[in-house]
């Protein structure tokens, strides 16, 4: 088990393969798995200022898959749990605030704590999957653009757009 971790670490080693590993982070991190991308994203910039906006964009299609993932998760459960339970007055509110708002509300996909779990409801709702798609990365690639961004500003080092 060590050698398999050892060697994943070497593969995701961010000089070597910087993008990639910017994917994965962030598509493991939009799922239910508590991971955050935004230190991956920063270090790569930091060591390569040239590749800001392609890390954007990674960052961004990597975390939108992984948020529609979730959406399928949610989409996949929902059944299961309409069968075996009963909603509560809190859950009753939550399932109506998403679904007034509609795909809409997958903007705040980039939350913390809560934005992950949203595009999950989401699926759960059958919400219209390809416009909560679309929500979630405009979200996902403003955090990620103002995250990186203030960052920069905070640790500017010898970083220039």
Known sequence: MEEWFASLLTALALPKF????????ALVSATLVPLGSEPVVFG????????FWPTMV?????????GAISWWMGYGTEVAYERLSHHKPVE???????????PVACLLSWLPVVG?????????????????????????FARYVTMTAALLWWFPGQFKL
């Open 92 to 102: 009753l509110r939550a399932l109506g605030w998403l679904r007034r708002f509609g």
């Open 18 to 25: 910087g993008l990639s590993t910017v994917f994965v982070v």
């Open 44 to 51: 790569l910039v930091k060591l390569n200022p040239s590749l």
């Open 58 to 66: 990674v960052a961004t299609l990597g975390n939108t898959i992984g």
């Open 116 to 140: 992950d779990p949203l595009c999950a409801v989401a699926g759960w709702l059958k919400l219209p999957f390809w416009p909560c798609v679309a929500y979630m990365a405009v979200g996902k």
